[in-house]
């Protein structure tokens, strides 16, 4: 009898539900209580709820505020409803469902071949990499290193309209997607996507810039993830002992591609405290973020030995 009566109350709130907002608010609802990670760029229940419903009536992510006290048809209710459903039972990140992710305000294609972007390293590209770089310096060469899915490329050719940029990635799958947001945009004639482990097919090339969201997730750290992040392909997280892998390769390896005036931006998350046990010589610094995030580096090619041996690694 207990559980015909809260299947009878639960009915009765569903058909007293009319409005978009009434609608987002009861998804928020049902997704705190189901205990959903929202890691992946949303920042709590609330906003998941509402960029899903959003996108189950086919409306982007800002709409004026007066959408939310429409009325839903139907049908509309039916495919929030199951959009909000999916999302609980399958655990499955937002931009999974939907195929889309945003970055730097620009919309991406993704899915399960790539990482979600969430890169507080966005913020930095938004500058235009300022203080680091000067307004008036010339950025004619730019490296994304591990591109994924392409945003962070694609993002740097918005902010840099003049320069061209190589989009480099070990993972095939990766590329394919990297190569469709690339159309998508029309920066086929600017952005180059490059199959490369790490700097490895990028023979002598040097760039202003290079930019760089590797892999830095320990075993230890990545065995204690929600169940979210197992749609994630692994090999885009997983980073050896302490998170260091990738990223002591890129330092060893980043002055022979860095011009003499050129910038390092590498984000390490949870990996800077070893990081910087690891190298406590190298000055490191650490952007703060007002839009949330932490664990970017960033640093001049000056700061770099010129023979990757000094490093002692």
């Given at each position: 009898?207990?559980?015909?009566?809260?299947?009878?109350?639960?009915?009765?709130?569903?058909?007293?539900?009319?409005?978009?907002?009434?609608?987002?608010?009861?998804?928020?609802?049902?997704?705190?209580?189901?205990?959903?990670?929202?890691?992946?760029?949303?920042?709590a229940p609330g906003d998941?709820?509402?960029?899903?419903?959003?996108?189950?009536?086919?409306?982007?992510?800002?709409?004026?505020?007066?959408?939310?006290?429409?009325?839903?048809?139907a049908g509309e209710r039916?495919?929030?409803?199951?959009?909000?459903?999916?999302?609980?039972?399958?655990?499955?990140?937002?931009?999974?469902?939907?195929?889309?992710?945003?970055?730097?305000?620009?919309?991406?294609?993704?899915?399960?071949?790539?990482?979600?972007?969430?890169?507080?390293?966005?913020?930095?590209?938004?500058?235009?990499?300022?203080?680091?770089?000067?307004?008036?310096?010339?950025?004619?060469?730019?490296?994304?290193?591990?591109?994924?899915?392409?945003?962070?490329?694609?993002?740097?050719?918005?902010?840099?309209?003049?320069?061209?940029?190589?989009?480099?990635?070990?993972?095939?799958?990766?590329?394919?997607?990297?190569?469709?947001?690339?159309?998508?945009?029309?920066?086929?004639?600017?952005?180059?996507?490059?199959?490369?482990?790490?700097?490895?097919?990028?023979?002598?090339?040097?760039?202003?810039?290079?930019?760089?969201?590797?892999?830095?997730?320990?075993?230890?750290?990545?065995?204690?993830?929600?169940?979210?992040?197992?749609?994630?392909?692994?090999?885009?997280?997983?980073?050896?002992?302490?998170?260091?892998?990738?990223?002591?390769?890129?330092?060893?390896?980043?002055?022979?591609?860095?011009?003499?005036?050129?910038?390092?931006?590498?984000?390490?998350?949870?990996?800077?405290?070893?990081?910087?046990?690891?190298?406590?010589?190298?000055?490191?610094?650490?952007?703060?973020?007002?839009?949330?995030?932490?664990?970017?580096?960033?640093?001049?090619?000056?700061?770099?030995?010129?023979?990757?041996?000094?490093?002692?690694?």
């Amino acid at each position: 009898m207990d559980e015909v009566k809260r299947l009878r109350e639960a009915v009765r709130e569903l058909k007293a539900l009319q409005t978009l907002g009434e609608w987002i608010r009861w998804g928020a609802a049902r997704l705190e209580e189901a205990g959903v990670c929202c890691g992946h760029g949303l920042a709590a229940p609330g906003d998941e709820a509402a960029y899903l419903a959003l996108h189950a009536l086919g409306l982007p992510p800002e709409v004026p505020a007066p959408v939310f006290d429409t009325a839903l048809t139907a049908g509309e209710r039916q495919a929030v409803v199951d959009l909000i459903r999916r999302r609980i039972e399958e655990r499955r990140p937002a931009a999974y469902l939907t195929r889309e992710a945003w970055f730097c305000g620009l919309r991406f294609y993704v899915d399960e071949r790539v990482l979600i972007p969430r890169s507080p390293i966005a913020e930095l590209i938004d500058a235009g990499f300022a203080p680091w770089l000067e307004p008036q310096a010339e950025v004619r060469r730019i490296l994304d290193l591990g591109t994924g899915c392409g945003c962070i490329a694609i993002a740097c050719a918005y902010a840099f309209p003049e320069a061209e940029i190589d989009a480099a990635d070990l993972s095939t799958d990766a590329l394919a997607v990297a190569r469709y947001n690339i159309r998508r945009h029309g920066l086929g004639q600017r952005v180059r996507p490059v199959h490369s482990d790490l700097f490895a097919a990028l023979g002598g090339a040097r760039y202003d810039l290079i930019v760089s969201n590797p892999p830095y997730v320990s075993p230890q750290e990545l065995a204690g993830l929600p169940p979210e992040y197992r749609h994630e392909p692994e090999h885009g997280l997983r980073a050896g002992d302490e998170g260091l892998e990738y990223i002591l390769r890129i330092l060893r390896e980043a002055r022979r591609h860095l011009r003499p005036h050129g910038l390092l931006v590498v984000e390490v998350g949870a990996a800077r405290e070893a990081l910087e046990r690891r190298l406590p010589f190298l000055p490191f610094v650490w952007p703060e973020f007002t839009r949330g995030g932490e664990g970017v580096f960033v640093l001049p090619a000056s700061a770099l030995p010129t023979r990757p041996e000094a490093l002692g690694l």
